[in-house]
């Protein structure tokens, strides 16, 4: 079996602890931070208005792609209009334009 990906997958785990016991927030709302919102405001962070990934040190051990496979990622084509259309998306994740070809950018990375 071959495969082949073009995106990876990132696992992580998130807590956030603000009390030393569960609190209701009817009873201590505005004196304690609410964890919900800190975790919200979190993620918040962690793409911006581009949609690029902000993580410090995510892309750091990542392998540049090889000659062969950058050529194999310019022969894929997708119909964005078409995905979107079957998905009853209303727009893009935070795109307007479809990116530059993966392949162009995987290369651009390698430099």
Do not use: Q
């Not at 078409?82 to 998306?89: E, K, S």
């Amino acid at each position: 079996m071959i495969k082949f990906e073009s995106r990876g997958e990132v696992a992580l785990e998130l807590r956030c602890r603000h009390a030393n016991s569960d609190l209701h927030s009817g009873n201590y709302g505005g004196i304690v931070p609410n964890s919900i919102w800190t975790l919200v405001r979190l993620l918040g962070t962690m793409k911006n208005a581009d949609g690029e990934i902000t993580i410090d040190g995510l892309r750091d051990d990542i392998t540049p792609p090889l000659e062969e496979e950058l050529v194999a990622v310019e022969r894929l084509f997708v119909d964005v209009d078409a995905v979107r259309r079957d998905l009853d998306l209303t727009g893009p994740d935070a795109r307007t334009e479809r990116p530059a070809p993966i392949a162009s950018a995987c290369a651009s990375a390698r430099r």
